[in-house]
Nanobody, 111 residues
Framework: VQLVESGGGLVQPGGSLRLSCAAS????????MAWFRQAPGKQREWVAS???????NYADSVKGRFTISRDNAKNTMYLEMNSLKPEDTAVYYC??????WGQGTLVTVSS
């Protein structure tokens, strides 16, 4: 399966964005999907993940602000991001273990 992210952009602190990750094929049989991000000069870090059963997990840095979801009928995963902070600025990637990655979408939080 191939993954394509979209929805990134420039947003002011406190604002919201919704990222999408569209898969080229069915995701219904994929057990876990995840979002990662990589800020300038930093290592890529895990943000959130969701299982086929709908169990969600979040990094402490985004818990309570971000919501991960998936729509198997649309073969798409989402990341709803609220109360964005400048430190959320990064390229966001969707990931299907073990080794499938999207190309990334840039999120910039700045006034």
């Amino acid at each position: 399966v191939q993954l394509v992210e979209s929805g990134g952009g420039l947003v002011q602190p406190g604002g919201s964005l919704r990222l999408s990750c569209a898969a080229s094929g069915s995701i219904s049989s994929i057990y876990v999907m995840a979002w990662f991000r990589q800020a300038p000069g930093k290592q890529r870090e895990w943000v959130a993940s969701i299982t086929s059963g709908g169990r969600m997990n979040y990094a402490d840095s985004v818990k309570g602000r971000f919501t991960i979801s998936r729509d198997n009928a649309k073969n798409t995963m989402y990341l709803e991001m609220n109360s964005l902070k400048p430190e959320d600025t990064a390229v966001y990637y969707c990931h299907v273990p073990p080794g499938t990655w999207g190309q990334g979408t840039l999120v910039t939080v700045s006034s």
